[in-house]
Structures are given as structure tokens and as C-alpha cells.
């Protein structure tokens, strides 16, 4: 079983910063892809950034230029730095890590999810 759990989401001015973790544990044997996702209110769940175990990255159109994804494979955690924050950047933040277990058993675990709310 294998659980990820994200933090660092709050409230921020427009123009502002935030910096989100994902940190997953459990019976991890490798995580092959972690990607942040993001729901606001009447919207469906969106793709934000991913990044695989190859470094391999894409951000959303929408975030790109302003978002940075990263991830520290020692710590299992990836990180979504936030630039420039805009209103239409609010939403419930999600993590999810993909991979294998120590049974080589397919996981795919989504967290809680963490607020950030842009606004003055």
C-alpha cells in the first residue's frame, strides 16, 4: 500500500508564490511517474505538470513559464514550485505517484489533495 500526501497549498496574492510537496510512502519499490493535478469549483480535474523516472516533463499551457515540477527520488517527494500566481490558479491541488511495489504489483495512489486559494 503505498499513500502520498501533499502540503503547502494556503492562500496567496495574486503575483505571489507557493511551494506544494508530494510526499509518498509505504511499500514503494519505484515510482515511475508523479504528476499534479487540480480541480476548481464547477471544473473537471485537470493535469497540471508530470514528471516520470526518466526526467521526462510536460506542463499544462495554462501553468507553463510559471510552474516548475521537480522531484527528489532519495526523499520519494515531488514538488510544484508556483510563480505568478493568478486567481484562475485556485483550485484543490492533487498528487498522484505511479509504480511498482515490492511484490512488483502496479500502484497508482492519489492524495487528499491541498487548497490554494489566489486572492487579494
Known amino acids: 500500500q503505498v499513500q502520498v500526501v501533499e502540503s503547502g497549498g494556503g492562500l496567496v496574492q495574486p503575483g505571489g508564490s507557493l511551494r506544494l510537496s508530494c510526499a509518498a510512502s509505504g511499500n514503494i519499490f519505484s515510482i515511475t511517474f508523479m504528476g499534479w493535478y487540480r480541480q476548481a469549483p464547477g471544473k473537471q480535474r485537470e493535469l497540471v505538470a508530470t514528471i516520470t523516472s526518466s526526467g521526462s516533463i510536460n506542463y499544462a499551457d495554462s501553468v507553463k513559464g510559471r510552474f516548475t515540477i521537480s522531484r527528489d527520488n532519495v526523499k520519494n517527494t515531488m514538488y510544484l514550485q508556483m510563480n505568478s500566481l493568478k486567481s484562475e490558479d485556485s483550485a484543490v491541488y492533487y498528487c498522484?505517484?505511479?509504480?511498482?511495489?515490492?511484490?512488483?504489483?502496479?500502484?497508482?495512489?492519489w492524495g487528499q489533495g491541498t487548497q490554494v486559494t489566489v486572492s487579494s
Open positions: 498522484n505517484a505511479r509504480g511498482s511495489d515490492y511484490a512488483r504489483r502496479f500502484f497508482d495512489s
